[in-house]
């Protein structure tokens, strides 16, 4: 009986390895699916937030696939947020943000898409996946997969002044960066923005913060008397989507 060669071995790993469904550049075909992350009740999420981060995943074995930045613009203002879009109708532009993802796969699979950011606001990041077949060479283009992003870009900060006079200051956009303001789509009075003072893990107050009037700047005040460190949790909410965001900030009070 003749011995196989080593290189022959070789071969009939690979082949028995493909047969267990492994997977293969070599063997596979290539297959562009297109990744877009969009805000809740707003636009897509892009470059002017530093982007999103793109992973595509084997659901079946957690081997990445394909990875990179979802770049580009927030999108047509009209069509997404004006005038609702009939079955099948396009909502994205050459320019929307996005991220061109090519896998090669040698047979039907179950991928997961997972974003996650936005990458220019890390005090907000939020992470979402979804999951979905595709087919080998049948790309997924167009407005590809949209994945919702909940949440609010939000910047929190204090300023303690004598007799503990503190001001509480909340910045706040969309997850895509739109902004909120009085005559726009977003406008302030749609959000409940508030600060809850906390210390030892314990809620102490709620304080109300009004919008200023400045584009996206909310403001509250109150006096903190005891000498002590303290925690500030600002927050958004939406009520009609249940859309929320949240970031917190420390102070300290010292004995006079």
């Known amino acids: 009986m003749k011995a196989i060669s080593s290189k022959s071995w070789f071969w009939l790993a690979i082949v028995g390895f493909l047969a267990i469904g492994g997977e293969s550049p070599a063997f596979g075909e290539e297959t562009r699916i297109m990744i877009r992350a969009r805000a809740v009740d707003a636009k897509f999420i892009g470059s002017s937030v530093g982007g999103m981060r793109a992973v595509v995943e084997n659901v079946e074995t957690g081997a990445i696939l394909a990875q990179g930045q979802i770049r580009g613009d927030t999108g047509d ?45 890390r005090q907000s ?25 909940p949440g609010f870009i939000v910047d ?27 005559d726009g789509l977003w406008p302030p009075e749609k959000f409940e923005v508030k600060a809850l003072l906390m210390q030892n893990g314990k809620k102490l107050r709620e304080i109300a913060l009004p919008f200023t009037g400045s584009v996206n700047l909310f403001q509250g005040k109150t006096v903190i008397e005891e000498p002590g460190t303290y925690e500030v949790v600002v927050y958004s909410y939406d009520k009609a989507t249940g859309n929320t965001g949240a970031n917190q900030t420390m102070l300290q009070i010292t004995a006079q």
Do not use: H
């Not at 997404?80 to 909502?91: A, D, V």
């Not at 300023?159 to 909340?170: E, F, H, K, L, N």
């Open 125 to 149: 990041q939020q992470e979402a996946t979804v999951t979905s077949w595709v087919i080998p060479g049948k790309d997924i283009i167009g407005d590809g997969i949209i994945i919702n992003l």
């Open 77 to 121: 203002t009209d069509l997404l947020m004006r005038t609702p879009p009939e079955r099948g109708q396009r909502i994205t532009t050459k320019t929307t943000a996005g991220y061109l993802a090519t896998v090669d796969i040698e047979r039907p699979r179950l991928l997961r898409f997972r974003v996650w950011g936005p990458t220019g606001a």
């Open 156 to 182: 929190a900060w204090t300023r303690v002044s004598a007799g503990g006079q503190t001001d509480i200051y909340g910045k706040i956009t969309m997850m895509c960066g739109c902004p909120i303001m009085g």
